[in-house]
């Protein structure tokens, strides 16, 4: 493995540095009190927050460093990229309004779109004046997203396709102008068995008639996500991205643009048990000198810091030119295990009062870890349930018979 930088990589990371000592402290300052989710106001209590932190990367050309220049952002190498992932966990910085178009879609619009699907898709995207979506499971296909059912159905004239059917778990679809959704063009693909053929990728206007945006109220309160329910929807033709039946091939590009922000992940874990331990020794010192607790904080930290080199190893074939393979998916595992012991670990220190939700007399940090304790249970489904992962790697990387 490879740690150094290259003259241009130092560069790059320096003036993201110089940029976020100007801009981050008195962003945090004039927004300091509204860090949790209003509930009056739903998922919109942060997303305010988000859109303006992303107006202020914008301005610097830091919220799409991957995309290319000639699109607002700064045609970042690999390695620029763990250098910004790195940077900004380290810094703590907020999220941001369009995580998902910033991320995934809007690489998957540069690859796939025309010209004119750029020039209308790209810049709303990325100065957060239109917030998106991105809709690929569904009730019969979330592990296997091949099993996928929603139809897409063009019609007669050719001028659009009749979308039916359901899609869930759509993060943050009731605030969404626009979603990247994939879609079924041949619903007699799965009957054959060639389910992966027949998919087509659509961008999606939200608010076309025949959409219904539920939102799914979680164990934490909150609505992140949704059901989206479509019923004999219209959408033009020209909203297609890419050709028809080319979707799977367009959908793993999409999904594999998150994989190098798994960089900045063992960075914000060391930190967050960093803060539970300083937290700790004001709220309820004494937990810190029992030897089981004190065992705990070690093996996390031990696991902690293997994560870290895991991913480095995953990141040095990356940049070789080589598949981070089977290094990603045992992060992706390991992230997974470390932020569940991490929340549990974080109640069993701070006691009683670190059950206390946010409005709560006495409650920790504004309830800050008793959410967290119930929020952390997504890691084991989010990005790749963790049973499917490890069917992956037995599969796939330890060759062990069916």
Partial sequence: ????????????????????????????????GDDEVDASRGVMGVMDKRKAWQHKLNEGRWAAVLWPEEWGGRAATTAQQVAYTQVMAKWRTPGIFNANGIVQIGPSIIAWGTDEQKARWLPGILDATEHWCQGFSEPQAGSDLANLRTT????????HYVVNGQKTWISSAQIAKWGLFLLRT???????????????????????????????????????FCDVFFTDVK???????????????????????????????????AQDLRVLLQTARVENPDALRDPAIRGRVANLHIQIEATR????RALSKVL?????????????????????WLAELAL?????????????????????????YVWQR??????????VQKNIIADRALKLER
């Fill in 1 to 32: 493995m490879d740690f150094s930088w290259s003259p241009d990589d130092l560069a790059f990371k320096e003036e993201l540095e110089a940029f976020l000592e100007r801009e981050l402290p008195p962003f945090v300052e004039r927004w300091s």
């Fill in 152 to 159: 897409a159905i063009r019609s007669g004239d050719g001028s």
């Fill in 186 to 224: 041949d619903p007699a693909a799965i009957a054959r068995g060639a389910k992966h053929e027949g998919i087509t990728t659509f961008v999606v206007d939200m608010e076309l008639p025949g959409i219904d945006v539920r939102p799914i109220r979680e164990i934490t309160g909150d609505s992140l």
């Fill in 235 to 269: 959408v033009p033709a020209g909203d297609r991205l890419g050709d028809e039946g080319n979707g799977w091939l367009v959908s793993m590009g999409a999904l594999g643009q998150e994989r190098v922000g798994s960089a900045g992940q063992a960075i914000s874990m």
């Fill in 309 to 312: 080199l895991l991913i480095a």
């Fill in 320 to 340: 070789k030119g080589e598949k981070g393979w089977p290094e990603v998916p045992l992060a992706k595992l390991q992230w997974g295990y470390i932020s569940l």
């Fill in 348 to 372: 069993d220190v701070l006691g009683p009062t670190g059950t206390l939700l946010k409005g709560a007399p006495g409650a920790i940090d504004g309830g800050m870890w008793a959410r967290n």
């Fill in 378 to 387: 997504y890691t084991t489904i989010g990005a790749g349930p963790t049973e």
